[in-house]
């Protein structure tokens, strides 16, 4: 018996030993890395990836995850045999007991004595058993809330990141505009030096190039403020350099979207509904729980006892080696057990109900995030031309101002017809990015 119980002692151990290093180990490698440069040259997959390395967030959701393992760990072990040692030493300071026998007192020395017990149990009831169960649905609930905590992350990097190029884009095309203006500037003025053309129409053109230089800066500070986002994002020192390696034109193909729109909607594959397929496996996992309330719970204990005398005398009353077997049967609780069973039956209910309702309401919300993508694809393919088609406008526009073809107001009407362009060019920009992205993550791609 004493072979038995220690090795059943050391089983636990082990046991518990390597859960511990499992933890450990996992919540190691969740440590976040030091940014080793203050220069990032990052595509739109990169930045993504380096985002979800860096977030803190995610590695909260992370280490949630874990915590759900040692949790459910707690549980399981709760059900493996227990172990307790103890030692305890008396010293009864030179008492001696008296016992009367025959009409005789005898003396009876009460020596010191040192006594060792060690005590190994097990208990196993339904409850607990479903408990373990319970744990496992809790992890894979905390499983879906980090993936679903990535997939937003993701999605908020390539909005993030599509803005910073898009305005960098539309900033590039009004210095291009601003050099052309400023030279039909310079031209007018040297006209109205020569006398051939009055001061209003240079000052008109002045006018121009002051809105330009304005809509310039205006680009400038919105680039910073989305570069600032985008740091957040990717969790890096505000001093840090960031290259964008990756162009509009790769993120937003038609191949990409036509094919996103191609995808057949699985609803099992959706984040939303597995995690209210989980609540409603809980709750049903709930009602088993309650129901084995009225189960029994089974006990082995083993005792093992010795003394150890320092001096003459002591009687040995304890038996070194003790086994013990309970059963334990619940009887009557006053309602109690069963108000319980009830509650999460009707909790079970209430699940149901949510899991057909979130069912109906995904089917819908994916034939309006396609209708929302489809119609943003085509709205940005309109603008692309259009900004296309003013730029040329102006471009002709400026150039036959140069050669006195075109009027101050013909200049005037193309410039800000290019600056409106540009500001619906770049809106229709992210309302298809924004709508792309819903539709990934809602499909879970």
Partial sequence: MKKVLFMMMALVMSAGVMAEDHVMAATKSQQPSAVSSQTLSLSLEEAQEYAVQQNRSLKNASLAVQEAYAQRWQTIAAML?????????????????????GGAAVPINMPNVGALGVTASVGINGQGIVGALLNNIAIDMKKIALEKSENE?????????????????????????????????QITQNSVNAGAAEQTAADQIRVRVNTLKNSIHTQKRN?????????????????????LTENIDEILSPERVLTLLGEDFDIHNNL?????????????????????AYGPTVALAYNY????????????????????????????????????????????????NTLSETTDNLAI???????????????????????????????????????GAASNLELTNASNDLINAQSTYVNAMLQLVNAQSELEEFLNK
């Fill in 365 to 403: 919300q994916y034939r309006q995030l396609r209708f929302n993508l489809t119609n943003a694809y085509e709205t940005y393919m309109n603008e692309k031309d259009n900004i296309e088609v003013t730029q040329r406008v102006f471009n002709s526009a400026t150039e036959k101002y140069k050669w």
């Fill in 272 to 292: 939303t509904y597995q995690q209210v397929a989980k609540s409603t496996e809980l709750a049903k996992r709930n009602v088993h729980m309650a129901g084995w």
């Fill in 81 to 101: 045999p227990q172990a307790d040692g103890t030692y305890t030493y008396s010293n009864y300071l030179g008492y001696s007991a008296t016992l009367s026998m």
């Fill in 223 to 243: 680039i910073e403020l989305a570069t600032n986002s985008l740091k957040v994002l990717l969790d890096v020192p505000v001093e840090t350099e960031l290259t």
């Fill in 153 to 185: 992350l993701r999605s908020s990097v390539m909005s993030s990141y599509v803005s910073v190029l898009a305005l960098q884009s539309i900033s590039n095309l009004l210095d291009s505009s601003l050099t052309n203006i400023q030279n039909l500037e």
């Fill in 305 to 352: 006892a010795n003394q150890q005398y320092y001096g003459e005398g002591g009687m040995r009353m304890t038996p070194p080696n003790t086994i013990q077997v309970r059963v334990t049967m619940p009887l009557w609780s006053s309602g109690k057990r069963a108000a319980g069973v009830v509650e999460k039956k009707i909790a079970y209910e209430e699940a149901k």
